[in-house]
């Protein structure tokens, strides 16, 4: 049909699999009925049309990135496991400063709001495991015209082994512990302390690690103080 020739027409021209993005969102187009998807359409045809001099070729990028900060603010709290308000996105960016020719690290990625504007680094890789915030981050990347990687799988068992990274940033989920099947006790293991000890060992020698993460970090107990420990040593 259709949407299959167009989804078929885009992966080749993006070089990307818009049929899992498009297999992401697939139940919440279902449930919109025909009068409002005729009505989504008319509305961006009718800006294309009648404003042109706003409809650039950043315009939907743009109108995606408001659409996710919104998303942000009135999903509240909540709203943090894959999304962060753009005040964050901003701070950070202009943190970081230049990044001409670094390898950049983007684990545990969400919506892929640090990397979707970079397109000068000489590699940048970066993960999400829930489906649908992938879709999201990926729809933001093609519409910013990023050259990040950005794959579908969990960072926990997906990180990447035996490779430096002069950058690695990422705002993970909060105090979530998962069972480290790796190791003979099973115990488990948060991922504060996860993201930390990995981004350490994963470092080049003149690398950083930005890494958002809850303030009890500074003073938890157990893996959290063998970590600041590590840290300081």
């Known amino acids: 049909n259709e949407i299959n020739k167009i989804i078929q027409n885009l992966s080749e021209e993006k070089k990307c699999s818009f049929q899992k993005i498009y ?11 025909y009068k409002r998807i005729i009505a989504i359409l008319y509305f961006f045809k009718s ?44 701070f950070i960016e202009s943190y970081i400063g230049s990044i001409d020719n670094l390898q950049v690290y983007n684990p545990f990625a969400g919506y892929a709001s640090f990397i979707n504007k970079i397109d000068n680094s000489n590699t940048i890789y970066a993960q999400e495991l829930t489906t649908k915030a992938w879709a999201v981050g990926q729809l933001s990347l093609l519409l910013n015209k990023s050259l990040a990687t950005f794959n579908c799988e969990d ?42 000890n990995k981004s350490i060992d994963s470092l080049s020698k003149k690398g950083k690690a930005i890494l958002i993460l809850p303030l009890n970090t500074l003073y938890k107990g157990g893996e959290n103080q063998r970590v600041r420990q590590r840290l300081v040593n």
Not at 23 to 33: H, N, S, V, W
Not at 165 to 171: A, E, G, M, R
Not at 181 to 188: A, E, P, T
């Open 23 to 33: 297999d992401a969102f697939l139940l919440d187009i279902e449930r919109l009925d």
């Open 155 to 196: 960072s926990i068992y997906k990180w990447p082994k035996n490779k430096k990274f002069d950058l690695i940033i990422s705002y993970p989920p909060f105090n979530m512990v998962y069972r480290n099947k790796f190791l003979n006790n099973n115990r488990n293991i948060n991922i504060e302390s996860f993201i930390i």
């Open 47 to 90: 800006i294309e049309h009648n404003h042109t001099d706003i409809f650039t070729e950043n315009f939907l990028a743009n109108v995606f990135e408001e659409c996710k900060n919104y998303n942000y603010i009135f999903s509240g709290h909540k709203g943090h496991q894959h999304s962060q308000p753009l005040t964050l996105t901003l």
